[in-house]
């Protein structure tokens, strides 16, 4: 049994163990790969056998063509084999002079077995070989790169395979010890279990740098996240308080200029109460004071929506938004968007307004689409437009962590992604926005 790193080792080997039959008149057989079959000649040419020598004394045959004559279900047959054998063994002996000149193999058809991870039916052929050597006068030599051999469990099935041989010749260093066996099977155990170390602290070293590479990502991730934290609890802030300043604003200077000219309207009907056109302006004022609230009412929660649900609500604040912002804005439904959970209609309601808002603010669009479709167990909401669109550096950083926008977007996603949705924003001829999140929390 031969181990090796190198192939030049192992094919130096080959022919050093080939070369003392060729040159006594016996005969030599060969079953290993193409690429090691050429090299082998090459070197026994090298050693100057002659010539005839390696044309009528020299068998080769490609080791997965001899397993294909034998293999049955994945596991050497062992009549097969010996049949197979004893051809190659014929064959080989038919040009020499006498019966009695010696027979070298070398066969590599365990290991190509074992390449292909077919480790019982390896362990098997090298039992078939033993008995048929036992059997027959000839010297053969096996060999399996000790790379097959790098996991820490291959150690028993090492020691298996070792001791079906007569002798076993260590891997590159230590192969001038092969006149004292049990010296050379020690190293080659040595040898193995050196190997599978070396593997093993290469596969840790390996999962230790990914691990921290890993790390290394998640506390920039984190890092990030936080920072993108502050900023959004920060402008959160901000915003509540330019929230507050613009609902005072619209009740001075909207409400209460009503309220002002309907009481002045009050004090003159109290003067002349017959005269109905004071009457007449005072109910047009209340009128529109009480618009003024339900305005105001609806854009802070429309009550519509728990009533008549999120389509009817959506319509309506589209139609208001259109008419407040002088933008085309059409809106489409498909599927059954009436019932849905009440946190999910809020939810898609408050990402509508967003959306629209920052059109109107951002975009300079001039047409707008809002489509909302349900399909199986997931709502989607779209809301598209014509305007000038997100710089690509701001929406791919966006995109990727989730900082770079405003509170509005970053909002928009947080509320989406609390409900196991996606957010997804392009830009593309205009901006898209497109929402999909579960019908319900189950699913």
């Given amino acids: 049994m031969q181990f090796y790193k190198d192939e030049p080792f192992l094919v130096r080997s080959v022919a050093a163990h080939l070369a003392p039959a060729l040159r006594d008149g016996g005969s ?17 040419t090298r050693l100057e056998i002659p010539a005839d020598a390696l044309t009528q004394r020299f ?10 004559r034998f293999m049955l279900d994945g596991l050497p047959d062992p009549s097969r084999f010996n049949a197979v054998v004893r051809d190659l063994l014929s064959a080989a002996q038919g040009s020499v002079r006498s019966a009695f000149n010696p027979v070298a193999a070398f066969g590599e058809m365990v290991a190509v077995l074992w390449a292909e991870g077919k480790r019982e039916a390896a362990v098997q052929l090298e039992q078939l070989w033993s008995d048929f050597t036992r059997a027959h006068s000839m010297s053969l030599l096996c060999a399996y790169p000790l790379a097959h051999f790098s996991r820490t469990e291959d150690q028993h099935l090492f020691s298996q395979i070792c001791g079906e041989h007569s002798s076993v010749i260590p891997a590159e260093g230590f192969d001038a010890l092969v006149a004292e066996d049990q010296k050379a099977r020690d190293i080659a155990d040595l040898q193995q279990r050196a190997q599978s170390l070396a593997i093993e602290v290469e596969a840790r070293r390996a999962a230790e740098e990914k691990l921290r590479v890993a790390q290394a990502e998640l506390e920039c991730l984190v890092e990030q996240r936080t920072t993108a934290l502050r900023k959004l609890s920060l402008q ?63 854009l802070l929660h429309p009550p519509m929506i728990e009533d008549a649900g999120f389509a009817s609500a959506a319509e309506w604040y589209i139609e ?20 849905l959970p009440e946190y999910l209609k809020l939810v898609l309601f408050r990402v509508l307004q967003e959306a629209l808002l920052n059109v109107h603010r ?27 669109g997100i710089p690509a550096d701001k929406l791919a950083r966006f995109n990727r962590n989730g900082t770079g926008m405003g509170v509005g977007l970053t909002g928009m996603r947080e509320r989406v992604r609390d409900l196991g949705g996606r957010f997804e924003l392009s830009s593309s001829g205009g901006t898209l926005v497109r929402v999909s999140v579960p019908a319900s929390r189950k699913s």
């Fill in 362 to 388: 951002h975009a300079r669009a001039s047409v707008g689409k809002v489509r909302v479709e349900r399909s199986a167990n997931v709502v989607v909401l779209e809301v598209r437009d014509n305007g000038v």
């Fill in 59 to 68: 068998v080769a045959v490609e080791a997965s063509e001899a397993l294909s």
């Fill in 236 to 298: 959160v802030l901000k915003l509540q308080d330019l929230e507050r300043r613009r609902i005072a604003r619209e009740l001075h200077d909207s409400l209460g200029q009503e309220f002002v000219g309907l009481r002045v309207n009050l004090d003159l009907a109290k003067r002349t109460p017959h005269d109905p056109e004071h009457w007449k302006q005072c109910d047009q004022l209340l009128e529109r004071c009480i618009d003024e609230v339900r305005t105001l009412s609806y």
């Fill in 28 to 44: 030599a057989i060969v079953l290993a790969t193409k690429a090691h079959r050429g090299r082998i000649l090459e070197e026994l």
């Fill in 320 to 339: 208001d938004f259109s008419r407040r912002s002088k933008m085309d804005i059409s809106f489409s439904t498909s599927g059954d968007v009436s019932r």
